[in-house]
């Protein structure tokens, strides 16, 4: 069974950087999208990156230029890199994947495109 882990949250000033982690258990990029998300208290959850059907990647209007989403298969690992951190990134930062069912129906940012979620890493960005 695929699990997913998060990590590299923090804290950090407005202006910083933090890059996040996500580990599966076993990954197999063929049959599997890959996202990240982010959930702040009070708010509803929403998608930050993510890889599209064709290897491309897309990423939310708030983070476009800041925000990077990579990957290492052989290293079953998600990246999201975050640079000019905003006191509006602060959030729960999740980790989500999807088989090729879901995947194929579903916009890259839509959270019913995903049907495995990590437990989240927190980003604060304090001003």
């Known amino acids: 069974q695929v699990q997913l882990v998060e990590s590299g949250g923090g804290s950090v000033q407005s202006g910083g950087s933090l890059r996040l982690s996500c580990a599966a258990s076993?990954?197999?990029?063929?049959?599997?999208?890959m996202a990240w998300f982010r959930q702040a208290p009070g708010k509803e959850r929403e998608g930050v990156a993510a890889?599209?059907?064709?290897?491309?990647?897309t990423y939310a209007d708030s983070v476009k230029g800041r925000f990077t989403i990579s990957q290492d298969v052989a290293k079953n690992t998600l990246t999201l890199q975050m640079t000019s951190l905003k006191p509006e990134d602060t959030a729960m930062y999740f980790c989500a994947s999807g088989t090729l069912h879901y995947c194929s129906q579903y916009a890259p940012l839509t959270i019913r495109r995903y049907n495995l979620w990590g437990q989240g890493t927190q980003v604060t960005v304090s001003s």
């Open positions: 890889f599209v059907s064709d290897g491309s990647t």
């Open positions: 076993r990954y197999t990029y063929s049959r599997y999208c």
